[in-house]
């Protein structure tokens, strides 16, 4: 199975910053990776599919970087409703396996 | 508008059995895959099960294989996870998804508890 490695666990950070989360995959994915935000009590959303395409409906201020083992997610400058929990994805091979989440919270 | 609606949740006692159905209205729902994930109480996602959109593919996690079946009904735009033998490490919100590039759409989850 492939392993998802989210950093960091969790972060604590102010209106207007500039959030970087990362995610390791054990072996290559390609761009076969996917981020989702996920708030509490709510079903997950898709933020970014293959890598680095930004789904429809998803604000600009969210982009996503990466290919083979190591991606990013970044905000460009979070704001008050991006205080969530965000989970990589890969859908390289079955079993289908996700990150372990980052949690962004008010500093 | 993509909606897909979970039902069948409930408490369950362990090593009983529950059926999950998804209800999709608003795409063409026998053009996409579809996938079961699911999140214990306090925890991050895990993938369950994926069926194909002619239903010839399935693919399970180690977890749930041989109690866990998925299928779908595409004249009734359905899909389903038939759960036996259930355990209490089960427990969890259910969630329907659907498979484009990435899960794009999800239902709003149906909680599944085993306990005695």
């Known amino acids: 199975d492939i392993q998802m490695t989210q950093s960091p666990s969790s972060l604590s950070a102010s209106v207007g910053d500039r959030v970087t989360i990362t995610c390791r995959a054990s072996q290559n994915i390609n761009n076969y990776l996917n981020w989702y935000q996920q708030k509490p009590g709510k079903a997950p959303k898709l933020l970014i599919y293959a890598a680095s395409t930004l789904q429809s409906g998803v604000p600009s201020r969210f982009s996503g970087s990466g290919s083979g083992t190591d991606f990013t997610l970044t905000i460009s400058s979070l704001q008050p409703e991006d205080f969530a929990t965000y989970y990589c994805h890969q859908s390289y091979s079955t079993p289908w396996t996700f990150g372990q989440g980052t949690k962004v919270d008010i500093k | 508008e993509v909606q897909l609606v979970e039902s069948g949740g409930g408490l369950v006692q362990p090593g009983g059995s529950l059926r999950l159905s998804c209800a999709a209205s608003?795409?063409?729902?026998?053009?996409?895959?579809m996938n079961w994930v699911r999140q214990a109480p306090g925890t991050g996602l895990e993938w369950v099960s994926y069926?194909?959109?002619?239903?010839?593919?399935?693919y399970y996690a180690d977890s749930v294989k041989g109690r866990f079946t998925i299928s779908r009904d595409n004249a009734k735009n359905s899909l389903s996870l038939q759960m036996n033998s259930l355990r209490a490490e089960d427990t969890a919100v259910y969630y329907c998804?659907?498979?484009?590039?990435?899960?794009?759409?999800w239902g709003q989850g149906t909680l599944v508890t085993v306990s005695s």
């Open positions: 998804a659907r498979d484009r590039v990435g899960l794009d759409h």
């Open positions: 608003g795409f063409t729902f026998s053009s996409y895959s």
């Open positions: 069926i194909s959109s002619s239903g010839s593919t399935i």
